[in-house]
Nanobody, 115 residues
């Protein structure tokens, strides 16, 4: 059973930065597309960023230029560097690993941007 565990969330002031990390059991990240989603209360979750095994990245318009997704092969993690954070970035952030037609999800980590 594949397990994903997110870390790095927390409370940060507007303009600040956080780095989220998603750790996987096993070595699935080498073969998986990694993505980060976020969800706010009462809203559907939305894609924040994704990275393919070939390194192709995709970002939501709202985070372009501020967030960077990457994969760390040595640590077997997928990371999301979030800079210039805004209050509207407040959400629960989820990591997903897609292997073919199978999706694995983490439990989520809360990010709160507030002064």
């Amino acid at each position: 059973q594949v397990q994903l565990v997110e870390s790095g969330g927390g409370l940060v002031q507007p303009g600040g930065a956080l780095r989220l990390s998603c750790a996987a059991s096993g070595s699935i990240f080498s073969s998986a597309t990694i993505a980060w989603y976020r969800q706010t209360p009462g809203k559907q979750s939305g894609l924040v960023a994704s990275i393919t095994t070939g390194g192709t990245t995709n970002y939501a318009d709202s985070v372009k230029g501020r967030f960077t997704i990457s994969r760390n092969k040595a640590k077997n993690t997928g990371d999301l560097q979030m800079n210039s954070l805004k209050p509207e970035d407040t959400a629960v952030y989820y990591c997903k690993a897609q292997l073919g037609y199978v999706n694995y999800w983490g439990q989520g980590t809360q990010v709160t941007v507030s002064s």
